[in-house]
């Protein structure tokens, strides 16, 4: 992909778009998971299974494993399978426990606004202006529309404090995970994704063993969302989110933060038969434009047919 973290391109827009919908589908895949299999095997299901598929793939794809040669890519490679894999799956996990779903929604919805100092210092092909953070403040704007009441609502009870800071070391996570790819050595695309969730997997598998045991009476159904879950929006979409980085970076990446809820929503109201809240529009709105000012040199080179 011709782009750049200026100019983005048609296709890094189209795949961001995707990632959009396949991760807002992942919440009904986990709902439906979450029923057969406890929370911590549910987060080893989707990195044991998708590790091996994702390895041989790039293993057929020539991308295999074996790219990761150096110690140096292992350096960005291993770190980024545990704080943006291992991590966020445990924090969110536990930390829904504690607080309301909101909360954690808006929680991870704050990863382009957390990453903007990551990126400031770190990435300094990445422009931060102050056009692309207003737009990232916009977005954010309709993304707490979007969950409507009790967004920043942060629960109460005994375990609440560390419930919020779960949520928000999640989000933490994620964004460091993209600065640590997009600085990673030269490394295939498939070999760096297939890596980051092998390591994921080897620490995820005996932890839910020792911790919750070994599964049992799970119905089909529920095997059924956790294979979805690993191959789709944990295998597919965590190869195109590094694909993404190392063509339009960090930040365009970030983005998708506030596409998957609208996509959630989306999907509830479709398959699922949820109200339709007139607040989806408002907050449609202000995601949109949002990105549309943070993004807007490179959509103007878009239009332009520059990209």
Same mark, same amino acid.
């Given at each position: ?17 995707? *990632? ?25 299901? %989707? ?24 110690? %140096? #890519? ?17 924090? !969110? ?13 808006? #929680? ?22 102050? =056009? ?28 609440? *404090? *560390? ?16 600065? =640590? ?9 498939? #070999? ?27 119905? %089909? ?9 690993? =191959? ?38 479709? !398959?699922?038969?949820?109200?339709? %809240? ?20 490179? *959509? ?8």
């Amino acid at each position: 992909m011709n782009a750049t973290p200026g100019a983005p391109g048609l296709t890094n827009w189209i795949i961001l778009i995707v *990632l959009g919908a396949i991760w807002g589908s992942a919440f009904m895949a986990m709902e439906l998971a979450l029923r057969g299999f406890a929370p911590l095997w549910v987060a080893a299901l %989707r990195t044991g299974i998708a590790a091996p598929v994702m390895l041989a793939i790039a293993a057929f794809a020539g991308q295999g494993i074996g790219h990761v040669a150096r110690a %140096r #890519a292992w350096g960005h490679v291993a770190p980024a399978g545990v704080v943006g894999v291992v991590l966020p799956f445990v924090f !969110l996990t536990w930390g829904q426990q504690h607080v309301p779903s909101a909360f954690a929604g808006v #929680a991870m919805g704050s990863v382009p606004i957390v990453l903007v100092p990551l990126a400031y210092v770190f990435l300094r092909d990445e422009k931060v202006t102050a =056009l692309r953070v207003l737009g990232l403040m916009i977005g954010f704007a309709g993304l707490v529309v979007l969950v409507g009441p009790g967004a920043l609502d942060a629960g109460t009870g005994d375990n609440v *404090l *560390l419930g919020r800071l779960a949520c928000l070391g999640a989000a933490m996570g994620y964004a460091i995970a993209s600065v =640590l790819t997009r600085r990673c050595p030269p490394v295939p695309p498939m #070999a760096f994704t297939a890596g980051t969730l092998a390591v994921a997997a080897a620490i995820l598998l005996p932890v839910a063993l020792l911790v919750e045991g070994v599964p049992q009476g799970f119905s %089909r159904g529920a095997l059924a969302a956790a294979v979805y879950a690993a =191959l789709f929006p944990t295998a597919l979409a965590f190869y195109l989110r590094v694909l993404v980085i190392n063509s339009a970076g960090s930040l365009f990446m970030s983005l998708v933060s506030y596409v998957v809820p609208l996509f959630a929503v989306l999907f509830g109201v479709v !398959l699922l038969g949820e109200e339709l %809240r007139p607040e989806l529009y408002i907050a449609m709105a202000l995601i949109l434009g949002g990105i549309a000012v943070s993004q807007s040199a490179g *959509l103007q080179r878009l239009v332009r047919g520059r990209t």
